[in-house]
């Protein structure tokens, strides 16, 4: 495979770390407000989650074809080619922004890619 081919499996960790978030939140809204209130904020927050937070289009590899250009495969979606502006590197994950508007930026959790992948991002993420 090549160094600058990166194909993403779905990620568990997204999702456990938006739960863990969740869960503190629900936990200190408890303690503050009256089990009637907190019982609302917490089917509002279910309701936020299955509407926009899980129509995430998922992306299935990012590859690179020359210069600049990169390929981007979402599920579902034609292929796209853009151009990486910038990476940024925060350890659990790295968000990955393009120079184009129509591309939103994307990120890659550790557990999406192998670990020879991942620390190719990671020295990719240095050199940009």
């Known amino acids: 495979m090549d160094n600058r081919q990166f194909k993403l499996k779905r990620s568990v960790m997204s999702h456990?770390?938006?739960f863990f978030i969740f869960?503190?939140?629900m936990t200190l809204l408890y303690q503050?407000?009256?089990p009637m209130i907190w019982g609302i904020f917490f089917g509002l927050g279910l309701v936020v989650y299955l509407l926009f937070f899980r129509?995430?289009?998922h992306v299935s590899s990012l590859e690179y074809l020359d210069?600049?250009?990169w390929s981007l495969h979402r599920?579902?979606?034609p292929v796209q080619r853009v151009q990486i502006?910038?990476?940024f590197d925060h350890q659990l994950y790295i968000v990955v922004y393009f120079m184009h508007a129509r591309?939103?930026?994307v990120i890659i959790w550790r557990d999406q890619l192998s670990l020879k992948q991942w620390k190719s991002l990671k020295v990719l993420a240095k050199m940009i």
């Open 75 to 77: 599920l579902h979606q």
């Open 16 to 18: 456990a770390f938006q």
């Open 23 to 25: 869960a503190v939140l």
């Open 32 to 34: 503050v407000v009256s």
């Open 67 to 69: 210069g600049q250009d």
């Open 55 to 57: 129509r995430v289009l």
């Open 85 to 87: 502006s910038h990476i």
């Open 103 to 105: 591309a939103k930026p």
